[in-house]
């Protein structure tokens, strides 16, 4: 085969991590990148990087050692398992661009991966959907959409095998993060928290209706790494064919409840719409339903560490590890040291107080700037003075 493209139709070669990728010119100088004639965001590397960790952590699990991205687009997640993660046999790449599953398929020629390859034209349901058998279901499949995953998540959650994993990413950050509440409660049936830990909220609303969604179908997933950026929140679960495991999904469904006027914030299972703030007594704003727990598993989050992350990976993964994810919010060091009126305090010295006052503190992954604590906020502002 010839490598078309390459040649035709303004396509370059670009390397990200050990992967030759071919990608439209365009998208590695313009600020957003186009949709056409495909679309290859350079600014995603670190969700690809993390996402070769996690498959090649997550491989030695698989039952069947298979890959399918849904949404594969020029197969720059696609091609980079392939040619990164030699622990999975085959890789599904599916888009309904055919420019870019050209370019996909060249890449895998480029990295000689070929063997490995299956590519396709379709929309990403029908794709996912072709196999009703067990057997034809996938160890992994991946979402990475533009915008909201919300429309394709029983897709997903229907083509993968028992055991299997799923990484789902979401590009309404503003929806999730609470511009749009109303958008929000449709899509992920929870209310969000515009607010200073409103990243991890978000996590919670996606978590949430995966776990919600797999439930209806008989399923039970776990979460076992999630991760944020500016424009993305993504996350990781394992799936399990268990009604009784489907039955328990609201053991970790519940709320975060916010004082907006002191700071205040608690996580409750049971909904209290006119709940008042046991610090100042003002009305708290709910936040949820949502997955109120752990986000990290601690042994998997050790296995992606061993895959030899790069520095910024690295970095991440080792707040993931240490992180108490059950705690379902955090506290930025800028948003006590105002409320103290006093210059910043460092994380790592507002944890070690606290830790020393007899609290459970750590890093806050989804913000490197916040620590996550059993303290309340006043017995927080205690501790610190
Ligand atoms: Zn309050």
Redesign the pocket.
């Known amino acids: 085969m010839l490598l078309f493209l390459l040649a035709a139709e303004g396509f370059v070669r670009t390397v990200e991590g050990k992967t030759t990728l071919l990608v439209p010119k365009s998208s590695l100088t313009d600020k957003v990148p186009s949709k056409t004639p495909a679309f290859f965001n350079p600014a995603a590397k670190q969700n690809r990087d993390l996402s070769v960790l996690a498959y090649k952590a997550y491989a030695p699990s698989l039952p069947s050692k298979t890959f399918a991205d849904s949404l594969g687009g020029v197969g720059s997640r696609a091609i980079r398992v392939a040619a990164e993660a030699p622990e999975i046999e085959q890789v599904y790449c599916n888009d309904i661009n055919a420019t870019a599953i050209q370019a996909a398929r060249e890449a895998a020629q480029i990295n000689s991966v070929t063997e490995r390859c299956y590519f396709s034209v379709n929309e990403a349901c029908r794709f996912l959907l072709k196999g009703t058998q067990e057997e034809e279901r996938f160890g992994i499949v991946d979402l990475d959409p533009f915008g909201t995953p919300a429309r394709h998540i029983d897709c997903v959650l229907r083509a993968v095998i028992d055991g299997g994993l799923v990484s789902i990413t979401a590009t309404d950050t503003a929806v999730l993060c609470g511009i749009y509440p109303e958008v929000c409660m449709r899509r992920y049936y929870g209310r969000p928290l515009n607010n200073s830990y409103g990243n991890e909220t978000a996590i919670r609303l996606l978590t949430s209706l995966l776990a919600l969604t797999a439930s209806r179908l008989e399923l039970a997933i776990r979460p076992i790494f999630v991760h944020a950026a500016m424009h993305y929140l993504r996350v990781y679960a394992t799936l399990a064919v268990s009604s009784s495991g489907a039955n328990d999904v609201y053991n970790n469904i519940g709320y975060v409840m916010h ?1 907006f ?4 914030r608690i996580k409750t299972m049971e909904y209290d719409g006119t709940r008042k ?6 009305s ?1 704003s709910v936040g949820g339903q949502l997955w109120t727990g752990a986000l990290h598993d601690r042994n998997f989050v050790g296995r992606m560490l061993e895959q030899d992350p790069d520095r910024q990976s690295k970095k991440l993964l080792d707040a993931a590890a240490e992180e108490r994810s059950d705690i379902p919010y955090y506290f930025r060091a800028d948003e006590i040291s105002a409320r103290m009126k006093t210059n910043p305090h460092s994380v790592q010295r507002i944890i070690d107080k606290l830790r020393a006052a007899g609290f459970a503190a750590s890093r806050a992954s989804l913000n490197p700037g916040a620590f996550k604590t059993d303290a309340r906020l006043d017995q927080i502002l205690q501790t610190l003075k």
């Open positions: 004082c006027k002191c700071g205040h703030c046991d610090l100042c007594s003002a708290m």
